[in-house]
């Protein structure tokens, strides 16, 4: 089972960066997906997660009206759109996928992805 996200780079403030996240090994159709981040000297932070099918999504009140989160299960890939990026969005990316069976049940994110680094210059 693996996870890969890619799509990291460096990027001006204001500008825009999509970040992908392949999956290898498992079925990702089944599972809730999610996106994390993690700042030098800081904790890993959630950012977005999307449901099974794409139709529920969550975001963290520092992204929400500039992040999207998607999937494209037949490519076994997730996506985040980032747009009007701050340096403060300077971090590695993770993606991950959740084991809990219910949409309502406590999130088990328990299968971890190498995270891609987004570096926003001012």
């Known amino acids: 089972v693996q996870l890969q996200a890619s799509g990291g780079g460096v990027v001006q403030a204001g500008g825009s960066v999509r970040l992908s996240c392949v999956a290898s090994g498992l079925t990702l159709s089944r599972y809730g997906m999610g996106w994390f981040r993690q700042a030098p000297g800081k904790e890993r932070e959630f950012v977005a997660d999307?449901?099974?099918?794409?139709?529920?999504?969550a975001y963290a009140d520092s992204v929400k009206g500039r992040f999207t989160i998607s999937r494209d299960d037949a490519a076994n890939t997730i996506f985040l759109q980032m747009n009007n990026l701050r340096p403060e969005d300077t971090a590695v990316y993770y993606c991950?996928?959740?084991?809990?069976?219910?949409?309502?049940?406590?999130?088990?994110?328990?299968?971890w992805g190498r995270g891609t680094q987004v570096t926003v210059s001012s």
């Open positions: 991950a996928a959740d084991r809990k069976i219910s949409y309502y049940g406590r999130s088990d994110f328990s299968i």
């Open positions: 999307i449901w099974r099918s794409g139709g529920l999504t």
